[in-house]
Structures are given as structure tokens and as C-alpha cells.
T-cell receptor, first 112, second 115 residues
Framework: AQSVSQHNHHVILSEAASLELGCNYS??????LFWYVQYPGQHLQLLLK??????LVKGIKGFEAEFIKSKFSFNLRKPSVQWSDTAEYFC??????????FGKGTRLHILP | DVKVTQSSRYLVKRTGEKVFLECVQD?????MFWYRQDPGLGLRLIYF???????EKGDIPEGYSVSREKKERFSLILESASTNQTSMYLC??????????????FGPGTRLTVL
């Protein structure tokens, strides 16, 4: 079955710490991969996406993600987090039938 | 400026009522989606539509139906609301096929409470 697994449900970090959120997907074919972010009280917005080409993708606000095909992974990283990064993060993939499958989300809490 | 709008931000209904959630997009997208978002469960796909009058069941269609009479509008219907349908409902739209510019755009959500 098609699915997305996010390794951590809740992450707490101090400001300036480095961040890595794990994501693995279960699908054997070509996929588009996404990370979405939902800040408190706001709607979902796209953080970054991978379609093809360079497996290291840079997104907004200093985030990046690396697609490792052999590991079916698309981990999100940021070298130094800020208090304003407190949000819920969702990994997702889109299969050729246009369905987008989301992970269960990771709540990130940054301590000032 | 692309936009997906949902008819209500907050809605309170009683058990057994028929509930309509409306979604409109102005991007001329073929694909539209309804999700529900619950803490710890992420976004789960209820129904989606590839075109007018077309619909496909998602992962959790039970208790819901949809209507797509016009390209820009996708309605979610709860025939007889129950308390376990209390949730945040998100509508989204996207263009068809896999392209480098493909992404879903989300509406602000409707927080439905069923008493």
C-alpha cells in the first residue's frame, strides 16, 4: 500500500540547533515529493518539492531536503532553527494517479 | 494570486444534520480534493475529483459524499453528521499530471464540530 512514514511525532529543539525530520515513502514508481508546513492558526503551505534532477532540494526559509531513492527517503533539514519555525511539518508524495499521500505530521517546537 | 476558498472557517452542527462544505478554486484546476486533518493522524483523503461530475473515493469515504457540478466547485456532504466527524476539513486543488510545476494548493480549512 502507498504510505508515508514520518519518524518523529513531536520534536523539541532550542534555537540555533540543527534539525532533521525523517520521512520514508512506500511506492515503487516515479513520485513527486513534498514537504508542507502549517504554522499555528494558518493553512498548509508548500515548503519545498522534488520532481527530478538534483536530489538536494532547497526550499523557503533555509530548509532543504535530500531525496535518496535507494532508501525511499526524503528527509528535511535546517542547519539552525529559529523560534518562528515552530509548526507542524508534513511529508507527502504524489503518485502518477495524482493522489497525494501525506504522513501523519511532525510537531516541531522551538524553545526561545 | 491563486486561491482556494472554503465557505466557512468554523461550523457547529448537531448529530443527524445534513452538512454541506463548499470549496471554490479560481485556478481552473482539474483536480480537487477533500481531506480531514486530525491530531496525530495527519491528512487523510476523503474524496477527490479529476473533472466535473467525476469522483473517486479516497482512504476514508464512509459517511461522506461529494458533488462536482462545476469545475471550480467541489462540495463535501455529510448526509447525517456524527460526533466522530468533528474535525478540520481541508480542500485542495491541483493541475493534472506530473509536471515540474505540480503542487496542491490548500484552502484555509473548515473546523467542524458535531454536537
Amino acid at each position: 500500500a502507498q504510505s508515508v512514514s514520518q519518524h518523529n511525532h513531536h520534536v523539541i529543539l532550542s534555537e540555533a540547533a540543527s534539525l532533521e525530520l525523517g520521512c520514508n515513502y512506500s511506492y515503487g514508481g516515479t513520485v513527486n515529493l513534498f514537504w508542507y508546513v502549517q504554522y499555528p492558526g494558518q493553512h498548509l503551505q508548500l515548503l519545498l518539492k522534488y520532481f527530478s534532477g538534483d536530489p538536494l532540494v532547497k526550499g523557503i526559509k533555509g530548509f532543504e531536503a535530500e531525496f535518496i531513492k535507494s532508501k525511499f527517503s526524503f528527509n528535511l533539514r535546517k542547519p539552525s532553527v529559529q523560534w518562528s519555525d515552530t509548526a507542524e511539518y508534513f511529508c507527502a508524495f504524489q503518485a502518477p494517479d495524482d493522489k497525494i499521500i501525506f504522513g501523519k505530521g511532525t510537531r516541531l517546537h522551538i524553545l526561545p | 494570486d491563486v486561491k482556494v476558498t472554503q465557505s466557512s472557517r468554523y461550523l457547529v452542527k448537531r448529530t443527524g444534520e445534513k452538512v454541506f462544505l463548499e470549496c471554490v478554486q479560481d485556478m481552473d484546476h482539474e483536480n480537487m480534493f477533500w481531506y480531514r486533518q486530525d491530531p496525530g493522524l495527519g491528512l487523510r483523503l476523503i474524496y477527490f475529483s479529476y473533472d466535473v461530475k467525476m469522483k473517486e473515493k479516497g482512504d476514508i469515504p464512509e459517511g461522506y459524499s461529494v458533488s462536482r457540478e462545476k469545475k471550480e466547485r467541489f462540495s463535501l456532504i455529510l448526509e447525517s453528521a456524527s460526533t466522530n466527524q468533528t474535525s478540520m476539513y481541508l480542500c485542495a486543488s491541483s493541475p493534472p499530471g506530473l509536471t515540474i510545476d505540480n503542487e496542491q494548493f490548500f484552502g484555509p480549512g473548515t473546523r467542524l464540530t458535531v454536537l
